[in-house]
């Protein structure tokens, strides 16, 4: 039971963080957090992306004085659209 659950959680996230997280909001046993570390530290395509799945640093910058002068930009997935954000 534990096996598939541990597969469950693995899919679609890749590195640690976000199953631990997505795993905290819906399920615990003893030794979970673990597990997952184990089973992601064990798989090769969350080993191959793991440095690229690290944060951005934040990049400070003085409040420009017109718009469209300073933007950032993010892609992502929601209610199975592709977003693209634009600040
Ligand atoms: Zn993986």
């Given amino acids: ?3 598939e659950m541990l597969q469950l959680i693995h899919q679609g ?6 199953p631990q997280n997505r795993a ?3 399920i615990f046993w003893l030794g979970m957090m673990r597990q997952i570390e184990e089973r992601v530290g064990s798989c090769h395509v969350c080993q191959r ?5 690290q944060k951005e640093p934040l990049q400070p910058h003085d409040i420009p004085n017109e718009p469209w002068i300073k933007l950032a930009t993010d892609l992502f997935h929601f209610d199975g659209k592709d977003f693209l954000l634009v600040c």
């Fill in 49 to 53: 992306h793991r440095n690229a799945q």
């Fill in 24 to 26: 905290k909001t819906a």
């Fill in 1 to 3: 039971m534990q096996h």
């Fill in 13 to 18: 996230y890749l590195g640690v963080e976000l």
